[in-house]
């Protein structure tokens, strides 16, 4: 993820800790992985009371090795210190990486992801090509738990990446998929045990 680790927007406080990143893994890296999800990826159906998608651990699967290559261990724990330089935190050793895909008619409802104890930092890469704003799937923040408080909305273009502060605060959102697949690797962060 070279292109997360050089290019970082700087952090904005509104409507909670978060950045976003224009080029998160390159245009080769991206595509190689994007081809690997459409074609090869173990996909399962989840459903949850505020979201139904489909995803899977890539921590509890075989990967290609093209794929472990570019986001293996050694990336993983380069993306954590950047993580922590921009956030100003120290995280523990424990990410979990997972891959989600959204198809038409799938969404996530307002949520904040908190849980005391659990992960406290995200890194969320997107990888969809050609998107525009007619497929859908748009990130929302929000001030608040009420949809009436949207904040700021996020197109979730081919290799960009959003980070972001878990918090009791940190309300967010996808709109529903009217067309396309749309696929996310999310990097889940913990804090460092005192």
Excluded at 53 to 66: G, H, I, K
Excluded at 79 to 91: D, H, I, N, P
Excluded at 131 to 145: A, T
Aim: glycine share 8%; net charge negative.
């Amino acid at each position: 993820m070279k292109g997360f680790l050089e290019s970082a927007n700087a952090l904005d406080r509104h409507p909670f800790d978060h950045c976003s990143v224009p080029c998160a893994l390159g245009e080769a890296e991206s595509e190689v992985v994007l081809s690997w999800l459409e074609t090869s990826a173990p996909w399962r159906l989840k459903v949850a009371s505020f979201y139904e998608q489909y995803e899977f651990s890539l921590l509890d699967c075989e990967l290609p090795p093209a794929i472990d290559a570019l986001l293996g261990r050694l990336i993983v724990d380069a993306v954590r210190s950047k993580v922590e330089a921009v956030f100003g935190t120290q995280l523990g050793d424990q990410c979990d990486v997972t891959a989600h895909k959204l198809v038409r008619g799938q969404r996530i409802r307002i949520h904040n992801d908190y849980i005391p104890g659990q992960e406290t930092h995200r890194v969320l890469v997107q990888l969809n090509r050609g998107w525009v704003d007619e497929n859908g799937g748009i990130l929302m923040l929000f001030s608040s738990g009420d949809a009436a408080d949207l904040a700021k909305a996020f197109r979730p273009q081919h290799d960009t990446g959003f980070a972001f502060a878990i918090g009791p605060t940190s309300h967010h959102a996808v709109t529903p998929i009217v067309s396309g697949d749309r696929y996310t690797l999310v990097f889940s962060f913990y804090a460092r045990n005192s």
